[in-house]
């Protein structure tokens, strides 16, 4: 604002006194401010939002996993819808899988005057953050060592409606495919357990799977091993978005169909040879209740203690988490 | 680097020798000030960047539109990439159809003061970001009243490429839907109609579908008229993976089967009942190749005149775009 005070040759709080209404100035000075900001290229509220007192940054940080994984996408977008009606830019950052990688980054954006941070954070400790100064919102997963806003879905719930749901058709031998061992897989594990619970059934451990990593090229291969063994499962319980697509691709070749029952909903589930089951929350929702909380923090408007907000799971059957034993 | 310079009572210059190498600086006096920069949160490269003189800012701004489209988010994920591998932080705006939304977005994002442009443009004027005093690229479309650097897939060659291979396996009533008239679909549109022009035959208008918007859903109700028309096309070229999406969902419900050849990738493409054909590019290299350019843009490393970057299109034939006509 200082450029359309000089390019106008006035003062800023003339400029300031345009952009918030231009009462007190004379119509000629006015039209004057108005032609630098014009010039300037510079948007009304960009300037009134500069000359605010005290208003350092209208940037929030995002820093999240692969943006071509759907899931994140989806809270990106959302993101940015709720912080660009506030009229804050997004400053993003993607790392994946990469805990000092994530710190680089965050500690980066930081470096740049970010309003507040907005993270699904990897594992490790979190507790750098503490003095960032600035408000973080962790999405998806909590973090260690600092206590903050944490937005999530409810994992363990997900995990045991998917299961029961396999259990209620008649299924005994359930394996669960997990992506490493983050808190949401781990979450999921424990509603699968709680369901064979209350089942009264012990868990086979042979068919609880840890994937190496979270592809979908990894859940291929350890599905195809699972279904060549002597006793292979008669229902599928696949972890993730990416988990479900590498089942799918592996029970093309194998002349058993078992059950399976995704976790996150995906574009094409129902269009699939047998459309996809799946537990799914409202991903979109997660991201604009974890941008709007963050946002209120950053305005001072929200000064409640740190919450904790857990989204629910549906099971949405479409048909291959309906398939009975073999 | 003033703090830094501030809690560990030197001066900036002595900061910048600790952060590249240390030369001439006692090791007592060099701890101190690596235990402010760790204290401040700050990364070495972080420091160094803001010591550089006449280095502004470290940020790119991205514009591309709705990133749960798997185009935008593989063209945003690669940008990211090719950005964080130079110490560059990506801000980003999307915005989708809204020529007046994304002037004021880029506007805004020119006011954060971003090194350089990344946009995949709307249609409408682009001349006001000629006193941008920035480095613009534009990517996937060109932009009107700009001389600036463009990366674009190959759409005519593609649209013709996707046609070409329905006219060679018989088919004379080949439809195409269209997404609204940006650039892309334009091209795709004439290379649809040179591949008819090459095989001698005249282009029945009837069969260009203009859909008034871009979605599935669009494409659905559109691909249900043209299949309960008397004379339905045997074939049809979809224009883009939404498009082609809506496509494959009319057909569920539809008897006689066309073939269908789509345009650029989309996950689970192969897996569908039949497999679909696509013509695609590859578009994280056209995410990485942008970016790239503007990064050196920035850099002042490349002062050529504005280049026009072309990427190829190749065919995947996977069976829905080999069927025989009916």
Known sequence: MIDVAKAAGVGLGTVSRVVNGGAGVRE???????????????????????????????????????????FYATIAKAALEVAGQDGFAVVLGSV?????GEKRAIQELI??????????????DHSY????????????RPAHGIDADIVTVDNQGGGRLATEH???QGHRRIAILLAPSYHTTGRRLRGYRLAHRGAGM????????????GTAEAAEKATRELMHRPD????????????????????????????????????MADMLPTPVTVVASDT???????????????????????????????????????RPPT
């Open 28 to 70: 000629q000075t006015a039209s004057r401010v108005r032609a630098a900001i014009d010039q300037l290229g510079f948007q009304r509220n960009e300037v009134a939002r500069a000359l605010r007192p005290g208003k350092k940054s209208s940037s929030l940080a995002l820093v999240l996993g692969d943006l071509t994984n759907p």
């Open 96 to 100: 994946d899988e990469d805990p000092e």
């Open 111 to 124: 470096g740049r005057q970010v309003a507040g941070l907005m993270i699904v954070p990897d594992q490790g």
């Open 129 to 140: 953050l503490a003095g960032a100064g600035i408000p973080v919102v962790f999405v998806d």
């Open 166 to 168: 396999l259990l209620g």
């Open 202 to 213: 012990e868990v086979d451990e042979s068919l609880v799977v840890q994937l190496p990593e």
């Open 232 to 267: 292979p499962p008669t229902g599928l319980f696949a972890s993730t978005n990416f988990v479900a697509e590498g089942v799918l691709r592996a029970l093309r070749e194998v002349d058993s169909q078992p059950a399976v029952v995704g976790f996150d909903d995906f574009r």
């Open 284 to 322: 979109a929702e997660l991201g604009r209740i974890a941008a709007r909380l963050l946002l209120d923090r950053a305005s001072g408007t929200d000064d409640r203690a740190p919450q904790r907000i857990v989204l629910p799971c549906a099971l949405i059957q479409r048909g291959s988490g309906e």
